[in-house]
DNA sequence: GTCGTACTTGACGTTTACGTCAACGTAAGG
DNA sequence: CCTTACGTTGACGTAAACGTCAAGTACGAC
């Protein structure tokens, strides 16, 4: 049996409110199965969310996030056309995140720089 | 003579608009000179503003953009006690990037495996 | 049987980060 | 002198991403 979550058991292990998992069904990010009434978040959820909660984390849109995690299920298809206009666009992807990559070595190199500066001016103090 | 800027001359290099230069003074982000009336820009706001954009970019929101900034300008201070304040903020700020590296890493390895799996499915197709 | 807890939908509020007028001043060019 | 281009402040609008009630349902514990 895989394992499934509440909205509550999943929002606290993810560390967002409910609300947060509510408005992202309805924005069609992810669709939970249910029972009755009641969210039943499967694997398939909690891996979709992770990856949005990433994506957010580096100042992503929500729409930005669903085109990605989308894409996780396009890659299974298997129409030649569909699959050559995901990889153009997963190319892209790759291609910003290595100039993220590169911004923030550049900003972690500066931040150090001025942390060493600091550090400086501590000695200087003794 | 330092080279300065205009409104329109620096937003047109920083690729915003004239709007976002006057909301961030507003905001006490950038406090450009004045020529009467008009805003001038010197290379001390180009530089704080290249600093802001870039966390936009990862996500900040502009009162965590400033906290960055005001420590460039905190880092000259002579206070030992501010100094030391100054230091432990700046180390967090660096453990956290490296944190954020190591999830783009992260990321940008689950891209290229999609990518490289759409590839496979292409060349199935073949 | 009612108390507490967790779930539901729906509606409205809020913050952030600007966009978009409006109404006006000013300096250069034809 | 008039237009054009650029600047100014001020006020209001807006999209995104939730927060915050309200009102109701369901279920196990006591």
Redesign the pocket.
Known sequence: MARTW????LADELR?????L??YEAEGLITPQRA????VYSQREHARLRLILRG?RFGM???ECREIVDMYDGAESSEQRQLQILLARLDEIAADLRARQADLRRTLTEVTDVAAQCRARLDELV
Do not use: P, Y
């Open positions: 509440t909205v509550g058991e967002v409110t409910t609300r947060t509510r408005f009755g009434a009641n969210r957010r849109t929500l729409s």
